[in-house]
């Protein structure tokens, strides 16, 4: 099995940076694409940022040129880092990888419990 975990969210002004963090663990094989989406309230969950095993990435159209994503194949971790904050930003965000376990030969969609972002002055 193989598990996310997110770290990194809280209140922050608007214009304001914070740096989002994300672990897997278990029993991993390989990692081929890891991201971020968002759920604000009310809405429904949304992309942020993905990359892939090579450093390759894109980007929501509402985050681009503002928040970058960023990831350790040796650690098994993605960051994200958000620059110039905006209210509109104010959402949970959840950690995504795709994941072949140990012992099987498919890739597993693996969800991380979410982390709340609050852009609020």
């Known amino acids: 099995q193989v598990q996310l975990v997110e770290s990194g969210g809280g209140l922050v002004q608007p214009g304001g940076s914070l740096r989002l963090s994300c672990a897997a663990s278990?029993?991993?094989?390989?990692?081929?694409?890891m991201g971020w989406y968002r759920q604000p309230p009310g809405k429904q969950r949304e992309l942020v940022a993905i990359?892939?095993?090579?450093?390759?990435?894109n980007y929501g159209d509402s985050v681009k040129g503002r928040f970058t994503i960023s990831r350790d194949n040796a650690k098994n971790t993605v960051d994200l880092q958000m620059n110039t904050l905006k209210p509109e930003d104010t959402a949970v965000y959840y950690c995504?990888?795709?994941?072949?376990?140990?012992?099987?030969?498919?890739?597993?969609?693996?969800w991380g419990q979410g982390t709340l972002v609050t852009v609020s002055s």
């Open positions: 995504n990888a795709w994941a072949i376990v140990v012992g099987t030969y498919k890739y597993l969609g693996v």
């Open positions: 990359i892939t095993s090579d450093g390759s990435t």
């Open positions: 278990g029993s991993i094989f390989s990692i081929n694409n």
